[in-house]
């Protein structure tokens, strides 16, 4: 169904051709948090206190407010289903669903020699490696040829791309610089996390059986095919941005890489609209079209020649997340699992709780910004960004393009894999390590 706009989904005030601010009366704020002492790669977003009643809720809008688009494939069985996110049922405002079931997931931040995480890997086994051939129903064409919205030339992409990576020295310690945006997207990340523990969120999801009743068409590159090499426990595991950057086999720039970039959307952050134009801190680089067309561009990748070219990737896991849609989406009904290649692809599956829905998920790191983009399913219009190092904290600020038209800034919280040793397969309560 057609839904207005949503007021506030780009910053620059009123006026004729003009889009307003997405968070009023937040102009004023600055940015991130600290980081843990000592730890030089791993800025902070902001441990906070679970628990804490006073909580700012900043983002505008309300569930069920009208103004929300349809982002997701319907449901399954739907042959005519559109290429955007699944619907929540009798509610067309919301387009993330309702709530999941079990408990919320925990994990403790990875240290010392292990890159991506403390938790012993399980032994592989009829009850922890899964079986391709139960989800693979062949490939999803759609996600690899760009949509031609996105028609963005060679020479603007790249001239987008220069005054980009010209603006990565000054975005180094953002969160040191700027502690009070570490304690908004902290403070969103507490909510939804304390919503999961106390409504028991979990059910095993992505796990052996799990994968078995979910079939989807996998994207022409896709972790899935690593599956029967490790156990489904591998993919929850977390990654330092160490271990990213010692991952890949590319020969990228040194100014870039040598720390990690923070990127933090909104006013107040490091990536802002402005008068139908894109500042990337504090320096316009695109137009909002072409912004959009960039991150659509990057996201879609060439598929590989042959099953068995895709079936010789090695994957890094970046963990599994609830995907927020705003300060009021407490208890988000999709689940996200990504993961990296050694080449820089990303790879991952979006799960609606509510609907049942499975979706591929295919993009790509940008070597030149850290830039991260990727799409779901058969989407030819929902483009989702965020950086490399975002994706390593506990939770990630992404900014979500529909199409060309619009965006708004969502958030991915960390989820933990439930223990199979607790009771009743229920996990332990652990707190968030200290970033």
């Given at each position: 169904?057609?839904?207005?706009?949503?007021?506030?989904?780009?910053?620059?005030?009123?006026?004729?051709?003009?889009?307003?601010?997405?968070?009023?009366?937040?102009?004023?704020?600055?940015?991130?948090?600290?980081?843990?002492?000592?730890?030089?790669?791993?800025?902070?977003?902001?441990?906070?206190?679970?628990?804490?009643?006073?909580?700012?809720?900043?983002?505008?809008?309300?569930?069920?407010?009208?103004?929300?688009?349809?982002?997701?494939?319907?449901?399954?069985?739907?042959?005519?289903?559109?290429?955007?996110?699944?619907?929540?049922?009798?509610?067309?405002?919301?387009?993330?669903?309702?709530?999941?079931?079990?408990?919320?997931?925990?994990?403790?931040?990875?240290?010392?020699?292990?890159?991506?995480g403390d938790r012993p890997f399980r032994p592989g086994g009829d009850n922890n490696?899964?079986?391709?051939?139960?989800?693979?129903?062949?490939?999803?064409?759609?996600?690899n040829n760009r949509p031609s919205w996105a028609n963005i030339s060679n020479d603007?992409?790249?001239?987008?791309?220069?005054?980009?990576?010209?603006?990565?020295?000054?975005?180094?310690?953002?969160?040191?610089?700027?502690?009070?945006?570490?304690?908004?997207?902290?403070?969103?990340?507490?909510?939804?996390?304390?919503?999961?523990?106390?409504?028991?969120?979990?059910?095993?999801?992505?796990?052996?059986?799990?994968?078995?009743?979910?079939?989807?068409?996998?994207?022409?590159?896709?972790?899935?095919?690593?599956?029967?090499?490790?156990?489904?426990?591998?993919?929850?595991?977390?990654?330092?941005?160490?271990?990213?950057?010692?991952?890949?086999?590319?020969?990228?720039?040194?100014?870039?890489?040598?720390?990690?970039?923070?990127?933090?959307?909104?006013?107040?952050?490091?990536?802002?609209?402005?008068?139908?134009?894109?500042?990337?801190?504090?320096?316009?680089?695109?137009?909002?079209?072409?912004?959009?067309?960039?991150?659509?561009?990057?996201?879609?990748?060439?598929?590989?020649?042959?099953?068995?070219?895709?079936?010789?990737?090695?994957?890094?896991?970046?963990?599994?997340?609830?995907?927020?849609?705003?300060?009021?989406?407490?208890?988000?009904?999709?689940?996200?699992?990504?993961?990296?290649?050694?080449?820089?692809?990303?790879?991952?599956?979006?799960?609606?709780?509510?609907?049942?829905?499975?979706?591929?998920?295919?993009?790509?790191?940008?070597?030149?910004?850290?830039?991260?983009?990727?799409?779901?399913?058969?989407?030819?219009?929902?483009?989702?960004?965020?950086?490399?190092?975002?994706?390593?904290?506990?939770?990630?600020?992404?900014?979500?393009?529909?199409?060309?038209?619009?965006?708004?800034?969502?958030?991915?919280?960390?989820?933990?894999?439930?223990?199979?040793?607790?009771?009743?397969?229920?996990?332990?309560?652990?707190?968030?390590?200290?970033?």
């Amino acid at each position: 169904m057609d839904r207005p706009i949503r007021p506030g989904t780009r910053p620059g005030g009123g006026g004729e051709g003009t889009r307003p601010k997405p968070f009023p009366g937040f102009g004023d704020r600055p940015s991130i948090l600290p980081g843990k002492p000592g730890n030089g790669d791993r800025p902070s977003t902001l441990p906070g206190k679970p628990g804490n009643g006073d909580r700012p809720s900043i983002l505008p809008g309300k569930p069920g407010n009208g103004d929300r688009p349809n982002i997701l494939p319907e449901k399954p069985g739907n042959g005519d289903r559109p290429s955007i996110l699944p619907e929540k049922p009798g509610d067309g405002d919301r387009p993330w669903g309702n709530r999941p079931d079990g408990d919320r997931p925990w994990w403790n931040r990875p240290d010392g020699d292990r890159p991506w995480g403390d938790r012993p890997f399980r032994p592989g086994g009829d009850n922890n490696i899964i079986n391709i051939g139960d989800i693979n129903l062949g490939n999803n064409g759609i996600i690899n040829n760009r949509p031609s919205w996105a028609n963005i030339s060679n020479d603007r992409y790249n001239n987008i791309g220069n005054r980009w990576q010209n603006q990565i020295g000054g975005m180094h310690n953002w969160v040191s610089r700027y502690p009070d945006r570490g304690r908004y997207w902290n403070n969103w990340g507490n909510d939804v996390r304390n919503s999961w523990h106390h409504h028991h969120h979990h059910h095993n999801w992505f796990g052996p059986s799990w994968w078995g009743s979910h079939q989807h068409h996998f994207s022409g590159w896709h972790y899935g095919y690593s599956f029967s090499r490790y156990s489904y426990n591998y993919w929850w595991t977390v990654p330092t941005f160490a271990a990213c950057t010692n991952w890949f086999t590319w020969q990228a720039p040194t100014t870039v890489w040598q720390q990690p970039v923070y990127y933090d959307y909104g006013t107040g952050g490091n990536v802002v609209y402005q008068d139908n134009s894109v500042y990337i801190n504090g320096e316009q680089v695109a137009s909002s079209d072409e912004f959009a067309q960039s991150a659509m561009r990057l996201a879609t990748v060439a598929p590989p020649e042959t099953e068995e070219e895709a079936a010789e990737v090695e994957w890094m896991p970046l963990g599994t997340f609830a995907v927020s849609s705003d300060v009021d989406d407490k208890e988000p009904t999709r689940v996200i699992q990504l993961a990296v290649s050694q080449e820089g692809i990303i790879s991952g599956t979006l799960y609606n709780s509510e609907t049942e829905q499975a979706d591929s998920i295919q993009g790509q790191v940008d070597k030149e910004t850290q830039r991260v983009a990727f799409r779901i399913g058969e989407s030819e219009q929902v483009v989702v960004e965020t950086g490399l190092y975002n994706l390593t904290l506990e939770q990630a600020p992404v900014l979500v393009h529909f199409g060309s038209e619009r965006t708004e800034d969502w958030l991915l919280v960390r989820l933990e894999n439930p223990d199979e040793d607790e009771p009743d397969g229920q996990p332990s309560a652990a707190s968030p390590t200290n970033l």
